[in-house]
């Protein structure tokens, strides 16, 4: 797979570009009903922190096991 990351005028990374071809890979392989679940449960979960509420872990603490 040949993936480019654009960045912008700061050198900040704004996109990433997948060839079609393993994109539509990918649709075929995601399953949409779970990851539209899954994507409004985050959503919650950001509106919960934002508002004071649900502490939200950081990314490092979920894939170290902390």
Do not use: C, Y
Not at 35 to 48: G, L, P, V
């Amino acid at each position: 797979m040949s993936i480019q990351v654009v960045t912008n005028e700061k050198g900040k990374k704004t996109a990433v570009l997948v060839p079609i071809a393993d994109w539509e890979e990918i649709q075929k392989r995601l399953n949409t009903e779970q990851f539209f679940d899954e994507f409004a449960s985050s959503m919650q979960a950001i509106k919960n922190e934002l508002d004071g509420g649900v502490k939200l872990k950081k990314a490092r603490n979920l894939t170290h096991g902390h």
